[in-house]
């Protein structure tokens, strides 16, 4: 996942203040605001954005923070502090453009966070965050029958992000885009489920599968280099492979990724590379931050061509 563009990619580019240094607290004081909140960040043309905090102590006294913003990966924050009920929160900036430091502030009442942010063209954005929920894995899976998301003939059951004229194309059995193109979307939701996919890169390709639309699980071309949390078969930002499974540019890949409340594991071309590790918050480029519904899968094809001939999901059966 790299940088997007457009209007609300532009709304994340926030005024830059000083950091100053952290101030200390007595103990217990910020234990209402900790843990990992869902955001949702509203522009005034009445877009919205996800974003995702989580904020951690630092020392008994002081706080520090991760944040994912509407693209790219999870970044620390410079400085976080609470006090009064009032939080400030400051990031790096990675690829939006503009100030070099983001800035949140915002209150706590009634066990939820809402405030402000001013972007690079002086606007007021107003923010608002929940909880995020616990999102448990089921203790005795059981599967239901596989679906064929994609049916090998057309787009039937697929959406593409932003509409506009299709830049997909189906032929022999495949499913590509003609870059520069959109990311499409499963009409239909899920919750816990199994997913095979094929798919092939070109060289230096990137795109991504995007799980409840919400968490992506990163398809680039990595061959020959160090597995990361941003390279391919990672949750992007959240989670590194504990191996590099990839295959060059240009061959059939498969990735198996079963996805249980928050907990993912992920098979890429036979070889486990994730084993049932929790997934901690959204990633860039989520359709939203509502982490307790059900979500769509998402297929990535706005940065690069891809190429996919198999999705295939099989999902839980109810609780």
């Known amino acids: ?49 996800p974003s995702w905090f989580d904020i951690a102590l630092r020392t008994e006294n002081e706080l520090m923070g991760r944040m994912v913003g509407r693209f790219g990966s999870t970044r620390y924050a410079s400085a976080v502090t609470f006090n009064d009920g009032k939080l400030s929160l400051r990031v790096p900036r990675q690829y939006e453009s503009g100030p070099a430091e ?10 939820a966070l809402s405030g402000t942010t001013i972007d690079e063209h002086g606007a007021t954005l107003r923010w608002s965050a929940q909880r995020a929920p616990v999102l448990p894995r089921p203790a005795a899976p059981h599967w239901g029958k596989p679906l064929a998301l994609w049916n ?13 004229a299709s830049c997909w194309q189906v032929g022999h059995g495949v499913l590509a885009n003609t870059s520069p193109c959109r990311n499409l979307i499963s009409t239909a939701r899920f919750k816990d489920f199994k997913l095979h996919v094929e798919f092939m890169n070109v060289a230096g390709g990137n795109s991504g599968l995007y799980l409840r639309g919400r968490y992506e699980v990163q398809l680039n071309d990595a061959y020959g280099q160090a597995p990361d949390a941003l390279r391919s078969g990672a949750v992007y930002g959240h989670l590194r492979p504990q191996l590099n499974a990839t295959l060059p540019a240009g061959q059939w890949q498969n990735i198996d990724v079963t996805l249980l409340g928050r907990y993912v594991t992920v098979v890429l071309n036979g070889k486990t590379i994730i084993e049932d590790q929790e997934i901690p918050g959204i990633t860039g480029g989520a359709l939203d931050s509502r982490e307790a519904e059900d979500g769509p899968v998402m297929l990535q094809g706005d940065h690069t061509a891809v190429s996919f001939r198999k999705v295939v999901l099989t999902p839980l059966l109810a609780r």
């Open 102 to 111: 983001l800035q949140f502030d915002g209150i706590l009442a009634d066990g």
């Open 1 to 49: 996942m790299r940088a997007l563009t457009g209007r609300l990619g532009a709304a994340l580019t926030l005024a830059a203040i000083s950091a100053g240094p952290a101030l200390a607290v007595p103990a217990g004081e910020s234990d209402p605001v900790l843990g990992r909140w869902d955001v949702t960040v509203s522009a005034p043309d009445g877009s919205q954005f």
């Open 152 to 164: 090998g003939t057309d787009l039937k059951g697929w959406t593409q992000q932003g509409g506009g």
